[in-house]
């Protein structure tokens, strides 16, 4: 199974930081890599998919890089809203396996 | 709208057996492949299984291969998650997920959980 680990596990941050949060894949993964955000007590919400693409709708602070084993998802400038909880998840064989989470705290 | 919404979940003991249900509304059911993905109490997300369009093709975590079956009817709009021999940490809410595809630039198809339900709660306690 391919192990997906991200860090930092938890930040804290302020309105208007710039945050990034890393995910590193125990094999490589081409750009079958996706994002999501999660609130308290809601269903995660897709973000990214393809390491880079933002779905329609979210905000464009929000961006992904990466290929291979090595993906980052950045926030160029924190909103109150986007405290939450970050997944990524690779696609590239399963079992699709998810990194073990960010939280993204105040 | 794309709407997902789980159903099923209960307190059971171990031992015991669960059927979630998942109902689409919103869009053409029959021709998404589908997601069963779960969370324990406090945890992270853990995806446990995946069935084609069509429920020809089947994945299974290894942490439920043998307990649990996947399954859909594309005539009800319905995906279905049978839980059998359910332990302790199988307590979790479990989301329903649709899968969607997208070509890369460096050539195949990726996949991507677009939408999913809001989640039903399976608790598993004597």
């Known amino acids: 199974d391919i192990q997906m680990t991200q860090s930092p596990s938890s930040l804290s941050g302020s309105a208007g930081d710039r945050v990034t949060i890393t995910c590193r894949a125990s094999q490589p993964i081409s750009s079958h890599l996706s994002w999501y955000q999660q609130k308290p007590g809601t269903s995660p919400k897709l973000l990214i998919y393809?390491?880079?693409i933002l779905l329609t709708g979210v905000p464009s602070r929000f961006s992904g890089s990466g290929s291979g084993t090595d993906f980052t998802l950045t926030i160029s400038s924190l909103q109150p809203e986007d405290f939450a909880t970050y997944y990524c998840?690779?696609?590239?064989?399963?079992?699709?396996?998810f990194g073990q989470g960010t939280k993204v705290e105040i | 709208e794309v709407q997902l919404v789980e159903s099923g979940g209960d307190l059971v003991q171990p031992g015991g057996s669960l059927r979630l249900s998942c109902v689409a509304s919103?869009?053409?059911?029959?021709?998404?492949?589908m997601n069963w993905v779960r969370q324990a109490p406090g945890k992270g997300l853990e995806w446990i299984s995946y069935?084609?369009?069509?429920?020809?093709?089947?994945y299974y975590a290894d942490s439920v291969r043998g307990r649990f079956t996947v399954s859909r009817d594309n005539a009800k709009n319905l995906l279905y998650l049978q839980m059998n021999s359910l332990r302790a940490e199988d307590t979790a809410v479990y989301y329903c997920?649709?899968?969607?595809?997208?070509?890369?630039?460096?050539?195949?198809?990726?996949?991507?959980?677009?939408?999913w339900g809001q989640g039903t709660l399976a608790t598993v306690s004597s």
């Open positions: 393809a390491s880079s």
């Open positions: 919103g869009f053409s059911f029959s021709i998404y492949s």
């Open positions: 069935i084609s369009s069509s429920g020809s093709s089947i």
């Open positions: 997920a649709r899968d969607s595809h997208h070509p890369l630039p460096s050539g195949g198809i990726t996949i991507y959980f677009d939408s």
């Open positions: 998840q690779q696609t590239y064989s399963p079992p699709w396996t």
